[in-house]
């Protein structure tokens, strides 16, 4: 892997799009310390501390929220729009039929409407932060902030997730690796060693951290296997004769992935859970009691300290697992690919047949990998419910998408390295 690494290193074009990424990803960091006028970083320093919420949202962020920049929402404006498409792109006709029938112009529309919804999701996260931070006492941000300079803040906090998008679009085009996912990489990675700092320096129990460590490494082999298993079916393909020469004949496999969906149900599952307590926080200043007390309540429920969180973290999960993976294994229809290109799959008849039999085997290797995403998603809960150790439990939810995005990113260097017949990294 070492050698792979320094041919990749070598190479003049692949070399440039690595100082790509890492430069985009730099200027990231660098807005991400901007902060927002009005606001006092002291007292948002000590609102952080100890609080729950505010520090699983920060650390999404990559630190964005605590020093309350000007992308301090990051990308998750974008990943809710996203979620919302979809579940609607199938039930609403126009969509759909752009979807399925407007080749790659209707892909682009989709995705351009996708950036339009961006926007009033990102004013109702930042409304909902800005509420959220201004109901403490004392309150990080100005009491005598008029309503021209909350709009202010919700206009610059709405462009920067915008700027960050267009970080994203040139990563994914001219970089290596989805820029959205890479984006969402180094926020977590960001927020990592302020984590292990204050666990290290902070009077934590020095074996709870090795026993946190341990089981964050754990996680990392245990997702690494997952995420490369796969079901191998296999697909023999009919002699066909044209002219003087033959075709076909050969026999190959389908290989079906035990966790399809990869790590975007992760994603959509953590960024849906933000919603409720987001609205639940702006409702709670409201003054119509009982209203306040519900929303009260749903602030508490969806804590990440909070059981409730994780139960339904967990149901999001499978869900989401489920709801990507057919979609995405709709779109490729492949019993009708097969079937038109002569191929077939021993024992089963083509057509219909070969559809019920891919999805049989679809259903249960979705149920194996939704499963596994839900537990790991909710053993960094256990583990800082064990061993007290918050704080890098904390970090460790971030290794599920860390991991994800960085075997994702390898495997387009090999591809790239495969392509000038280098060895490669996997």
Known sequence: MIQAVLAALQLPELRAKIG???????????????????????????????????????????????????????????????IIMQIVVPIIPPLKALSQDGGEAGRKKISQITRMATIPFAVLQGLGQIQLLRQSSPSPIDPNLSVLGLISMLIIMTGGTMFLLWIGELITEKG?????????????????????????????????????????????????????AQRRIPVSYAKRVRGNRMYGGQSTNIPLKINSAGMIPLIFAFSFMLIPSTVASYLQVTDVGWVSRIAGTFVDWFS???????????????????????????????????QKNGGFIPGIRPGKPTAEYLGRVMNRLTLVGGLFLGVMAVVPFVAGSATGVTTIALSSTG???????????????????????YDSFL
């Open 20 to 82: 790509f990424t890492l430069g985009l990803l730099l200027v990231f960091r660098v807005v991400a310390h901007i902060p927002l006028p009005d606001v006092d970083l002291e007292l948002l320093r000590q609102r952080f501390e100890g609080d729950q919420l505010l520090g699983f949202i920060n650390l999404l962020s990559g630190g964005a929220l605590e020093n309350f920049s000007v992308v301090a929402l990051g990308v998750y404006p974008y990943i809710t729009a996203m």
């Open 176 to 228: 290596i690796g989805n820029g959205v996912s890479i984006i969402i990489l180094g926020g977590i990675v960001a927020g990592v060693p302020r984590a292990l700092g204050q666990s290290l320096f902070g009077g934590e129990d020095l074996m709870s951290i090795v026993s946190v460590a341990a089981i964050g490494i754990s996680m990392v082999a245990a997702i690494v296997f997952v995420q490369e």
């Open 399 to 421: 290794l599920l998408i860390v991991v994800g995005v960085v075997l994702d990113t390898m495997k387009q260097l090999e591809a790239q390295l495969m392509m000038r017949e």
């Open 304 to 338: 990440p300290a909070n059981f409730v969180y994780w139960l339904f973290t967990f149901v999001l999960v499978v869900a989401f697992t489920y709801f990507y993976t057919l979609v995405m294994f709709s779109q490729q229809n492949l019993p009708e690919n097969l």
